[in-house]
């Protein structure tokens, strides 16, 4: 069974930094990817990155500033975020398709397995 836990949500001031963390178990060669839903808004893709780690894409209101990395010695991926900012505060979710998502890497849809989730808050 697939499983995928999220780790690293924090609070922080603008312009701050965090990391998430996505331990992946139960699925290997998947492509992977980070969305976020703040409340009153659509889920929406932030990174994904293809199963061996070579190929990335960023939401334009990430890019520059987020970037998303995986080990798979470890089984898991990162999200680097950069100069945070109180438009980034959302619940972060971690989500691993075992093939190229249908619809495109930022289709919610084309993802299997999904995480629980863990907040980030950025206060101004």
């Known amino acids: 069974v697939a499983r995928l836990v999220e780790s690293g949500g924090d609070s922080v001031q603008a312009g701050g930094s965090l990391r998430l963390s996505c331990s992946i178990s139960?699925?290997?060669?998947?492509?992977v990817a980070w969305f976020r839903q703040a409340p009153g808004k659509e889920r929406e893709a932030v990174a994904s990155i293809s199963p061996r780690g070579d190929s990335s894409d960023y939401a334009d209101s990430v890019k520059g500033r987020f970037t998303i990395s995986r080990d798979n010695s470890k089984n898991t991926q990162y999200l680097q975020m950069n100069n945070l900012s109180p438009d980034d505060s959302a619940v972060y979710y971690c989500?691993?398709?075992?093939?190229?998502?249908?619809?495109?890497?930022?289709?919610?849809?084309?993802?299997?397995?999904w995480g629980q989730g863990t907040q980030v808050t950025v206060s101004s």
């Open positions: 139960g699925i290997t060669y998947s492509w």
């Open positions: 989500a691993a398709s075992t093939g190229y998502p249908w619809g495109g890497w930022a289709a919610s849809s084309g993802y299997n397995y």
